[in-house]
């Protein structure tokens, strides 16, 4: 059963992403976000897996179904904790772009550090990176422990960063050790999985982005063996008295494997309107076609599915 989790919570994803295929491109991602909550919650309370919702849509007064906290599936079954994001890339996909996915990443009860809605500072890098990240010692330091680490110069790496103007000065000193910079608006699940899985030509990502998808992506670390440290960063006084309740500390650089722990770990994906490694929905006469891919500490492999109309 053990090594069935992921294919059990693919039924939750394949349907959510079929789910909102009709909302694709039509600007409307509130209610493309809710079509893909219901199907996805649906789904998960019908399975044969008790299951807790570490990363929801929110806490219960603001998200009525898929909030933190709740529980959902058979009770007495093997236990497992969720991070859930039903829409990934709401933007990109209400405006018929590339890069929306249906994502649930999984582990052991208990295996997921509960994280509040705010941002985290994330390291990442591939399998390849076998020292860890020392963000201590700042950006100069690491990428040349990168470099060592890839067998690449600086001038030869392209590292991700978020285009935003908190990381204007990242950017200056990346570019002023010559390194090649590839700036994203949206997509670090993806770029993650890119980098993780070597399956393009990133080499690290780098910067400040949503602290829910940094677990998602550090349970993707954690799966493949690759490098990822992260810094909660609250932004409001609520959300850092939250963080403190939870078990974090204020400033601490957390380990991949104190975000995500235990002996099944891993993400399950369903691309809608995919990218270069993840082809996202196709839809035919008779059928919705797609593909899941599943990265877990039982194996990768991508699936493909049929969906009759």
């Not at 906290?69 to 009770?75: A, I």
């Not at 999984?106 to 890098?125: C, K």
Request: aromatic share 6%.
């Amino acid at each position: 059963m053990l090594e069935k989790i992921p294919h059990t919570l693919r039924v939750a994803t394949e349907k959510a992403a079929v789910s909102v295929l009709p909302m694709f491109g039509k600007l409307d991602k509130h209610q493309a976000d809710l079509l893909a909550v219901e199907s996805m919650r649906k789904s998960l309370q019908e399975m044969d897996l008790h299951i807790r919702v570490v990363i929801g849509e929110g806490e219960k007064d603001d998200a009525p179904m898929l909030f933190e906290g709740e529980v959902l599936g058979k009770e007495g079954a093997f236990a497992i904790d969720i991070a859930v994001d039903p829409l990934e890339c709401t933007t990109n996909f209400a405006k018929g772009l590339p890069n929306s996915m249906s994502v649930i990443a999984f582990a052991d009860r208990g295996g997921l550090h509960p994280i509040p809605g705010t941002y985290m500072e994330q390291w990442l890098a591939g399998p390849e990176m076998k020292e860890p990240f020392e963000p201590e010692k700042g950006i100069r330091y690491n990428i040349n422990k990168l470099a060592d680490a890839i067998q690449k110069k600086p001038a030869e790496m392209l590292i991700v960063v978020q285009d935003r103007p908190r990381h204007d000065d990242m950017i200056k000193e990346l570019r002023a050790m010559g390194c090649g910079i590839s700036l994203i608006s949206a997509g670090s699940i993806s770029t993650a999985m890119d980098i993780f899985l070597q399956t393009g030509i990133y080499d690290a990502m780098l910067g400040t982005y949503g602290a829910p998808e940094g677990l998602i992506c550090a349970a993707m670390a954690v799966a493949t063996g690759s490098e990822m440290k992260g810094l909660v960063k609250p932004h409001t006084p609520e959300l850092t008295k939250k963080w403190s309740e939870m078990g974090g500390q204020e400033g601490v650089y957390l380990d991949k494997n104190k975000l995500v722990h235990g002996k099944h770990v891993g993400l399950v994906a369903t691309g809608i309107s995919g990218n270069h490694f993840l082809k996202g929905l196709q839809q035919r006469k008779d059928a919705i076609h797609g593909y899941t891919l599943i990265i877990s500490t039982d194996g990768i492999g991508m699936y493909n599915f049929h969906h009759s109309k």
